[in-house]
Nanobody, 120 residues
Framework: QVQLVESGGGLVQAGGSLRLSCAASGRTSSLGTVGWFRQAPGKEREFVGA??????SYAAAVKGRFTISRDDAGTTVFLQMNSLKSEEPAVYYC???????????????WGQGTQVTVSA
């Protein structure tokens, strides 16, 4: 059974950078469409960005600061986050197995999430 495992979260100062990873265990072929979402306490899970074989799409709030990439095999996807803001702490999730969309319902498979904390 394929599982997604996120890693790379942690504490960073505002203005700093983190790179999150999303690895597919139990899968040797490319993940296809992968999305990143985040959820802050008391808020709904929101779209951050997505990537498929044709390109990427980002939420307006992160465009120009966040970048999604993947390894050559396509089984690990990365979210490079630069210039993090103090209002961006959240649990960050990767998702796969669905359509190239911005809604949580567009994706079938989810990781457990990784916590990102941004200090002022």
């Amino acid at each position: 059974q394929v599982q997604l495992v996120e890693s790379g979260g942690g504490l960073v100062q505002a203005g700093g950078s983190l790179r999150l990873s999303c690895a597919a265990s139990g899968r040797t072929s490319s993940l296809g469409t992968v999305g990143w979402f985040r959820q802050a306490p008391g808020k709904e899970r929101e779209f951050v960005g997505a990537r498929n074989r044709l390109g990427t799409s980002y939420a307006a709030a992160v465009k120009g600061r966040f970048t999604i990439s993947r390894d050559d095999a396509g089984t690990t996807v990365f979210l490079q986050m630069n210039s993090l803001k103090s209002e961006e702490p959240a649990v960050y999730y990767c998702a796969a197995g669905g359509r190239f969309g911005t809604r949580t319902s567009d994706y079938d498979l989810w990781g457990q999430g990784t916590q990102v904390t941004v200090s002022a």
